[in-house]
Structures are given as structure tokens and as C-alpha cells.
């Protein structure tokens, strides 16, 4: 039987492939691999059963989860696939998967994103090292497009710093494992380094080259591949590292002199095939050698912070080094560089049964993460509840990556996928203030494996605006109450305005002075503008956005000056100082913001949105799929540590049957049909 699990496949620099949360692959390192090697197609040449791309750059996959390490955000994993051949090396890391690492992190809910950049501490498994990786997060939501251009990729992206803390000696335990900067092996001298890559450095006159031959050149001169891969077994022996016929490491790099006094030419090997670009990894470990004394390419001697451009086939890679000492007493401190990476897609990924060695059962290996009372019930339960869930669930999230929403279901996606014994993905379907996602789920099969994370305005608030392509009551089977959360009003921090009461004054002195934005129309913050507007009097212009994310974006940046977010989304901005809270469009101050008044005590009375969100299955789902899920779910919500983190952001955790549910929603559209009638709302 065919296995699946969720996959990301992912551009990372200069290499392509799939990354992995940990949980989502066997625990068993042996069945791990295979699945790898299935994954990626590693048993021919072309890899046309895999996801690869028949080269040692596409054949690459990363590994991601929760660090243990102290002071690390995440652990990451790097695994190199075969090509046509099954193998899987887990020893040497890979730079360019490790821009990924970062984006895959935040989107997967393991880093919350701050708003402008985020720092993520990465822990490399494969050399025990720590990168801090820096992504670009624009109002908390990672961006991929940008204006930073890599030799090596077309176009352009969002720019990714990594910066390697403490690479030196990973894998040997010494930057120069033979206690020597120069050795002669094989009669050629040559530099053994442990830099973020173990490396054999060779001079390309040494080998009778000028250093700047094409990869196909090189890669077609069979006795200069051969002797190149002598050298470098002779040079993995005398570095400790033993029999390495069999390893992807050291590396072996031939170098040249560069076309100015800081840059040095190479030629990277994978190891047994030219790099058509060059490794990252590999790129520090050169400049490492370029930089200090001694070795068979150094240049000139210099401490301080210095970049060094790392010529190879298709451009430049640019390395910033910060040099302590000089002479033999010389020492990178750190090095640090920038890449780009593109999510390509992200969905579920099919592996063949004939690259398991032994039989496997659908996904059966994966319900050992079922808990103990779960898997009781599930015994003990009837026929239909016991098959489920029987593949990967999709919880589809109606609004962009990297709002509260977005935020909500990942981190409840964590705890639920293990209780339910089967993997959840997330699927961000925003647009059309919502609908998009919920005609998707409403005719989506009957079967639990897609589910819906619904709020006050999926259900409620656009349905009551306009007539729309799905029935909120009765194409979905409402599962269970999540959290609810206060509406906040907040400003632009530097918009002259002292309190509601100055705002108002100011609006009637001069309507339409201000812009509210909303997360587009028939959404909370939408609505709460307007019932604002209504019960205060005032006119003020509305800009509809897709979603709380871009919204609250453009509110920091002063594009809008004024927007009624959840608490939940708000927060973390007003915290920060670049957003000022107004007050709470609800019916009493939040111990969050005891100082922040309700809009009835600003003087402004009826403007009371409590946003809540929910779980939804589509209609006809069979109940004992409902209540299996709605247990799981409640159980999640009794869990300390998602209360706190609820709590902590604004929001209150509330658990329901699902009948109780359904009941909050059909009293929810009444009212908000009323609110549409009262205000004269219109969704243009």
C-alpha cells in the first residue's frame, strides 16, 4: 500500500527538495531513510519516481523539528539521497537547505515570526554547530519575494542572512583536523579543513589547471576525477575521518586565484562530480582558508570583519569573516552570508511501497504516536470510527500564512495530529474574506480527513452580508469551539490622536480625515468599524485588505491609520510599541491591557464583537468522526501549555459539544443579519 505524509518542497539557494517536520517521518532510522530514498527516487539515474532531479543538488532533503538544545529555536537535519543508487548520508550539513529551514520554521508554527525580520537560532544535527538564520517577516508573515538576487538562480527573492556561529572543527573536533594548515598527500600539497564542511583544498596548478575550466570539462576528464578522489580518501584518512570510499566527505575544492585581491576562484566537488555553483558550506570553508595564514590559498593577512567573494561556474558567493589575531594565532570568530529560498508547493507526498524493506500497512507505522487513551477509545470504538483517520487531515485555514488565525490552527494542528494518530497540514487558502476556503471544505469529502478552522467571519459576519456560494449551516458539521477573543481598536503609534473621545471630535470637525483598514469586507475588524461609525457618528474611510496580516501591515506602516483586529492578532504589535491601543470593542477591559478602556467607557456605546473560532467538517460526516474529533480536540484544549500560549496572545480558550457548536452559529447569523440591517452594510 502506498504511504503519504505531508511534504514542503522548497528552492533553498542553489539545491531543491523536500523538507520534513520530524514527526511526520518513522521514528526508525532505517524506515526513515528508505522513505527518504523513495521520496526523492534515488534508485535510478533520473530519479523520474522521486521528487528529485537526477544531481546531488536536487537530491537533498531537510529535516526540521523543536530543539532541546539550549539557547536553539530548532534542530535541523540534513540528509543527502543518492542518486541512482539508495543511499542516505546524514553526515555532512548542507548551507543552502539551511536557508529554508528558517521560512519552513515559522510556517510550520515551531518559531513565532516578529514583525520586519526574525532571527531563528538553528541547531545543525549533522555537525552539533548553531546558525542563526534571519528571515524576512513583514507584519509576522514570512515573505519570499524580494529584491535579492544569487548567482546560480533566476530572478530575484527575499534575502536570507545566515549567519554560522560556531562551524569550526564540527565534524572533526579541529578547523585543521591533521594539526597542520599544509600537508603533502600524494605528492601535491594540500589543505585539510573543518569549516562548516570538512574540506580537501587543492591548487589548481598543482593538478595541471587553470582553475577555471567548466564543471563538464572537468567532469569529463576521467584520470584528473579519479586521481582528485584519491586524494581526497588519502586526505578523509590522515583527518580522521577513516574509510570515506563510501562518504560524501571531505569535499575536495580546487582553487585559484581570484580577479581581485579579495576573492579566490573554485571548484567544488560533490565529491565526485564539479558542483555546477558551489555549496555554501563549502564557501565558508574557502574563505575560512583564503583568510587566514598559512594554508595552500591564503590570502592576504588581515584581522578584523572583511568579505570575501568566492568565485565558481555561475558567479559569486560572498562571505563575511570576522578575524580575531593574526599569524598562527589567527581565528574565524564567525562568518555569515546571504541566500534566498521559494516555497515551490506543499501538499501531500505519495511513497511507493517497493523502497520499504519490510511490508508496511498504510500509515500504520505513524499510530504510535496515537496516546494511550486515545487508542483505547479507538479499539474500543464501532467499525467507521476505528478506519478513521486512516491518512494525512487538512485543516484548511481561511486566511494568508502568518495571521492570528494562521497562528491558532498550527498550534493546535501540533498537539491534535498525535492524539488523532495521523499527520496534519496546514492549507492557507484566503481570499474572497473567506470563501474561498469555505466552498472548498464544503465540498470536500465527508470523511474527517478535511477540516476547517471557521471564525465569527467564515460563519457568520459574511454570510450575513452577502448571499454566497456555500451555506454556513448547512453544507458543514460544526465540531467544537476553539477561543474566542476581544476586538481591539488600535491606532497608528505616531497618529495625532490622544483617546476615542479626541478621534471622534476630530471625525466630525472633518469627516473622512482617517482610513480604518479591515481584513476585507464581512470580517470582524470590518464590521466593527462600522458599527463604530454608526454608534459614534462619524464617517471614516474603509480599506479592504486580503486578511488581519497585510491589514495590520500597512496600520504600522501609517498607509491606515486606524483597525479593529482580534486581541489575539493585535498584541504582540501593541507590545511592541508599533501599534497604540485605543480600547475594547467588547463588553469589558482585557487583563492583558487593564488600562485600555472599552468603547462604552470611551463614550462610544453597541460596539461589541467577540470574535470566536471553531472547527468545522463538511455536512455528513459521520458522527462518530465528529465526536472522535471534537474528544481530541477538547483534550488539546485542556492542555496547560495551550492555554497559557492562548492566553498569553489575547485569546480565551472555550470548548463545546459540537451541538452547542452548531447553536452558537445559527444565533450568530441571526444577529449579524440584524447589525447588516441596522448599519445598512453592503460588501462593496
Same mark, same amino acid.
Given at each position: ?6 511534504? +514542503? ?65 530548532? !534542530? ?68 519570499? $519575494? ?73 567532469? %569529463? ?8 578522489? #584519491? ?101 574565524? @570568530? ?40 486515545? #487508542? ?23 486566511? %494568508? #500564512? ?20 495521523? @499527520? ?35 460563519? %457568520? ?9 456555500? !451555506? ?9 469551539? +476553539? ?35 479591515? $481584513? ?15 454608534? #459614534? ?11 488581519? $496580516?497585510? %491589514? ?64 468545522? $467538517? ?67
Amino acid at each position: 500500500m502506498t504511504r503519504t505524509l505531508p511534504c +514542503v518542497l522548497m528552492r533553498a539557494g542553489t539545491s531543491r527538495g523536500p523538507f520534513f517536520l520530524r514527526s511526520w517521518l518513522p521514528d526508525d532510522e532505517a524506515a526513515r531513510d528508505e522513505l527518504l530514498i523513495g521520496a526523492i527516487g534515488a534508485s535510478d539515474l533520473l530519479q523520474v519516481d522521486g521528487v528529485g532531479g537526477g544531481s546531488s543538488l536536487t537530491s537533498k532533503v531537510a529535516i526540521v523539528s523543536k530543539s532541546s538544545e539550549p539557547g536553539c529555536d530548532v !534542530d535541523y537535519l540534513f540528509a543527502q539521497v543518492g542518486v541512482g543508487q539508495k543511499s542516505v548520508d546524514t553526515r555532512p550539513n548542507c548551507g543552502n537547505m539551511l536557508s529554508g529551514v528558517g521560512p519552513f520554521a515559522i510556517e510550520q508554527g515551531l518559531v513565532e515570526a516578529k514583525d520586519g525580520e526574525t532571527t531563528i537560532r538553528v541547531f545543525n544535527v549533522n555537525t552539533r554547530s548553531r546558525i542563526d538564520v534571519t528571515v524576512q517577516t513583514p507584519g509576522g508573515q514570512v515573505t519570499y $519575494a524580494g529584491e535579492t538576487g544569487i548567482d546560480g538562480v533566476a530572478g530575484t527573492a527575499a534575502p536570507i542572512r545566515l549567519n554560522f556561529l560556531d562551524a569550526w572543527g564540527a565534524v572533526t573536533g579541529s578547523m585543521f583536523p591533521t594539526g597542520h594548515r599544509r600537508d603533502v598527500v600524494n605528492g601535491i600539497e594540500v589543505t585539510c579543513i573543518d569549516a562548516a564542511m570538512p574540506l580537501v583544498i587543492i591548487r589548481a596548478g598543482d593538478l595541471g589547471l587553470s582553475g577555471r575550466e567548466a564543471p563538464s570539462v572537468l567532469d %569529463a576528464d576521467l584520470h584528473l576525477m579519479a586521481r582528485i578522489e #584519491a586524494l581526497r580518501c588519502a586526505a578523509g584518512e590522515a583527518m580522521g575521518l577513516g574509510d570515506v570510499s563510501g562518504s560524501v566527505i571531505p569535499k575536495p575544492v580546487v582553487a585559484s586565484e581570484g580577479d581581485s585581491e579579495g576573492s579566490v576562484t573554485s571548484r567544488y566537488f560533490t565529491p565526485r562530480r564539479c558542483h555546477a555553483s558551489h555549496a555554501v558550506t563549502g564557501a565558508i570553508g574557502v574563505a575560512t582558508a583564503f583568510a587566514l595564514p598559512g594554508t595552500v590559498i591564503s590570502g592576504p593577512s588581515r584581522s578584523g570583519v572583511r568579505t570575501i567573494s568566492v568565485l565558481h561556474p555561475q558567479g559569486r558567493i560572498d562571505v563575511e569573516v570576522a578575524i580575531e589575531g593574526t599569524g598562527e594565532e589567527a581565528r574565524i @570568530q564567525r562568518a555569515a552570508l546571504v541566500r534566498t529560498a521559494r516555497k515551490i508547493l506543499q501538499g501531500e507526498l505519495h511513497i511507493p511501497p517497493y523502497v520499504f524493506s519490510k511490508p508496511i500497512e498504510g500509515d500504520k507505522p505513524m499510530k504510535s504516536l496515537i496516546a494511550p487513551a486515545v #487508542a483505547a477509545a479507538l479499539i474500543a470504538a464501532t467499525p467507521a470510527m476505528a478506519a478513521y483517520p486512516e491518512k494525512v487531515i487538512t485543516i484548511v485555514v481561511p486566511t %494568508a #500564512a502568518g495571521g492570528g488565525n494562521d497562528a491558532m490552527a498550527r498550534t493546535i494542528a501540533q498537539k491534535l495530529g498525535p492524539l488523532l494518530g495521523q @499527520q496534519i497540514i496546514i492549507d492557507n487558502r484566503a481570499g474572497a474574506n473567506g470563501a474561498i476556503a469555505s466552498e472548498f471544505v464544503a465540498r470536500a469529502p465527508a470523511d474527517g480527513h478535511t477540516l476547517m478552522f471557521g471564525y465569527i467571519a467564515t460563519h %457568520a459576519m459574511n454570510p450575513a452580508l452577502q448571499k454566497l456560494r456555500y !451555506d454556513p449551516v448547512a453544507d458543514f458539521a460544526p465540531i467544537g469551539l +476553539v477561543a474566542n477573543s476581544p476586538t481591539l481598536m488600535v491606532a497608528n503609534a505616531t497618529v495625532a490622536v490622544k483617546d476615542v473621545k479626541d478621534l471622534v471630535g476630530q471625525l466630525k470637525a472633518k469627516p473622512d480625515k482617517y482610513t480604518y483598514a479591515s $481584513a476585507g469586507s464581512g470580517t470582524a475588524p470590518h464590521f466593527a468599524a462600522e458599527l463604530f461609525k454608526l454608534n #459614534a457618528g462619524v464617517v471614516m474611510l474603509g480599506a479592504p485588505y486580503r486578511g488581519s $496580516a497585510p %491589514a495590520i501591515t500597512d496600520t504600522i506602516g501609517g498607509q491606515t491609520q486606524f483597525m479593529f483586529p482580534s486581541l489575539f492578532t493585535a498584541l504582540p504589535y501593541v507590545k511592541s510599541g508599533k501599534l497604540k491601543a485605543m480600547a475594547v470593542a467588547g463588553p469589558k477591559r482585557s487583563p492583558l491591557l487593564p488600562d485600555v478602556p472599552t468603547l462604552k467607557e470611551a463614550g462610544v456605546e453597541g460596539v461589541e464583537v467577540q470574535q470566536w473560532y471553531g472547527f468545522f $467538517a463538511p455536512a455528513k460526516t459521520p458522527k462518530a468522526v465528529i465526536d472522535q474529533i471534537n474528544k481530541a480536540l477538547n483534550q488539546v484544549l485542556a492542555d496547560k501549555e495551550i492555554i497559557k500560549r492562548m492566553q498569553d496572545h489575547g485569546a480565551d480558550v472555550e470548548t463545546s459539544t459540537p451541538e452547542r457548536f452548531g447553536e452558537l452559529v445559527k444565533s450568530e447569523l441571526v444577529k449579524w443579519k440584524a447589525v447588516v440591517q441596522r448599519a445598512k452594510l453592503t460588501a462593496e
